[in-house]
């Protein structure tokens, strides 16, 4: 049997050298020898094996979790689809105009004030020095951990007619004169400034670090050349910082939109009490869905125009050599003033509120540590502590499985993975509910035609249902610090341990996870603190009559017995600082290192 010779290769594919190669281009290099160089390369891109996607048990498990976790994102996006109800004509028609009129009006002036308040109190705290900047350096992030909803309710029984403000400038001001200052804190212009108060810290953290990351030769070069500190920063360091200006006021605006506690509290209609209404007070599911849509519409927006701005910009300090910033010294009346300027935003962001919480726990203590208060404390704890095990144990499952198969599945279903903090807890809790409702309607037709009795709800409802929703909604919190305590191991070590035969899940938890201890705690703590504060979420999935410290502080608010909202308050404002003293030694470790390691 003749067998067929193999085709002979292309000459123009394989031949290393043209029948007349190009000639010296005048380079200094010969163009011959360029053009080989050149093919060669194109050679070894074009028949480099390509990652495939292998079908391993992390692949498998990782690809089932990153399903779980979007499936609340995709149930709402599948739900507008659905039919609508006259519920939903009906609010189209009369309040729709409004929850868009009002969330947008919050969206850029809470953006405008923290643009404000954090770029100009990180540029002084990063290049000037003045007296206070290291204690005002860390009183800056404080805020953070003042939830929004404790701030309003504060600030508005501290500005009512019988505050210790109106007190006093009823002294010196007519009444009439003072009568409306509690009125104008309940309103939108309001809602915009006490939003700002507690979330410039996003703007001020990220930019913070930007201006640390800069070299301190290219503002000194600014300077010789004969540029003004003013014109330095806004001509040099300014432009160098926006990425993080734009991420910074991105984290801002999806804050914005995730609350609820506030707005209602104050009386402002914006998406996320919309959704509370048509849930609740309408109960229509389908009105809830479709309103949870435009606001994940909303959301999605900022995420693209955040991409697009960004788009692949780099930026470098110009130098091999990295030199910090030295901060300047300020003297005279601009060192006060830069003081003064930085310990604003820290008195009323936080100072002033928590002295106000304090003083009401002083007055409702003996009456207020009960049982009833040990059972709120043990609830929520209970539910941030199982929240972020699981959280650290889910992202740690992700990263290690990008790690041992960087294939582009898996870094797209990585990044997917953390949607769930761009979306509110509003709509994540409805999009939890739906398919649950679902399952659960299944499970019980399933039951009745086996057995011909009734089951009551598995899942909806449950403490499970309420744990999803958070792991849903906070996984990015843990899976960033878990992916960055990676990128510090060097890989060689995963290498040699598989080489001496141990299997990639030992190789995990005997070399990975001892040299990730601390990242590992640090991950749920963020996200146990973050559990600790969430509203919304928790209002619409908690179990019937089970409450946290969070539910319970806002409806006593609500209710008008704020003095005895103080003591839940104040428990998770002093847990909430752990994370922002954590934040702080991170990024003050930028001044010496002049990276984040």
Request: charge should be positive; include cysteine.
């Amino acid at each position: 049997m003749a067998v067929t010779p193999p085709p002979e290769p292309d000459a123009a594919r394989w031949s290393p050298v043209p029948p007349h190669p190009p000639t010296n281009s005048g380079s200094g290099r010969p163009g011959a020898q360029g053009w080989i160089r050149r093919r060669l390369s194109g050679l070894r891109d074009q028949y480099r094996p390509r990652p495939r996607v292998t079908l391993t048990g992390w692949t498998v498990a990782t690809l089932i979790v990153v399903a779980l976790v979007l499936l609340p994102i995709a149930a709402v996006t599948l739900g507008i689809f659905g039919e609508s109800s006259d519920t939903w004509r009906h609010l189209a028609s009369t309040v729709l105009a409004d929850y868009l009129g009002n969330s947008a009006i919050l969206v850029l002036g809470v953006g405008a004030l923290t643009l404000l308040i954090g770029v100009g109190t990180a540029w002084l705290v990063a290049t000037c020095e003045f007296p206070g900047r290291r204690l005002l350096e860390t009183g800056l992030i404080l805020p953070l951990a003042m939830p929004t909803y404790i701030m309003a309710y504060t600030y508005a029984e501290i500005l009512s007619h019988t505050g210790p403000v109106q007190g006093a400038l009823q002294l010196v001001l007519d009444p009439s004169v003072t009568a409306g200052l509690r009125t104008g804190l309940m309103s939108l212009t309001g809602a915009t400034f006490i939003l700002a108060l507690v979330l410039y810290p996003y703007v001020y953290l990220i930019t913070r670090a930007s201006f640390l990351k800069q070299s301190g030769g290219i503002l000194e070069t600014s300077r010789i050349l004969g540029k003004s500190g003013w014109s330095s920063f806004f001509k040099v360091a300014l432009p160098m910082a926006r990425p993080a200006l734009v991420a910074g006021v991105t984290l801002v605006l999806m804050e914005v939109l995730n609350e609820y506690g506030a707005v209602k509290y104050f009386g402002v209609s914006t998406f996320t009490t919309g959704i509370f209404r048509a849930w609740f007070s309408l109960g229509d599911t389908p009105s809830a869905i479709r309103l949870s849509a435009c606001l994940l519409a909303f959301v999605f927006v900022l995420i693209l125009g955040e991409r697009a701005q960004r788009g692949r910009a780099r930026f470098d300090h110009g130098s091999s050599r990295f030199r910090p910033v030295v901060p300047f010294q300020l003297q005279g009346w601009r060192a006060w003033l830069a003081t003064g300027a930085c310990a604003i935003p820290v008195l009323f962001g936080f100072l002033v509120p928590v002295l106000q919480l304090v003083s009401w726990v002083i007055g409702v203590a003996p009456r207020a540590l009960d049982a009833r208060f040990l059972t709120l404390a043990m609830n929520s704890f209970g539910l941030a502590m199982v929240a972020g095990f699981l959280a650290v144990v889910i992202a740690l499952l992700i990263v290690y499985s990008v790690r041992l198969s960087p294939t582009p599945l898996l870094h797209l279903a990585s990044r997917a993975s953390s949607l769930g903090y761009s979306v509110p807890g509003a709509v994540i809790a409805v999009g939890v509910m739906v398919p649950f409702i679902w399952i659960d309607r299944q499970v019980a037709g399933v039951v009745q035609s086996l057995t011909g009795g009734s089951v009551g709800l598995i899942l909806t409802g449950t403490v499970a249902a309420l744990v999803f929703a958070y792991v849903v909604r906070f996984l990015a919190v843990a899976l960033n610090p878990v992916d960055s305590g990676f990128e510090r191991i060097c890989g060689n070590l995963d290498e040699t341990s598989r080489s001496l035969g141990s299997p990639p899940l030992r190789t995990l938890f005997k070399v990975d996870v001892p040299l990730l201890k601390g990242t590992l705690l640090s991950a749920g703590l963020l996200v146990f603190v973050d559990v600790l504060k969430e509203l919304p979420l928790t209002l619409i999935l908690r179990p019937f009559d089970f409450d946290t410290l969070a539910t319970r502080a806002f409806q006593l608010a609500m209710d008008e017995q704020v003095a005895e909202s103080a003591l839940p308050a104040l428990l998770i404002v002093l847990v909430g600082t752990l994370p922002v003293i954590l934040l702080n030694r991170l990024i003050g470790r930028q001044r010496t290192k002049g990276s984040y390691g």
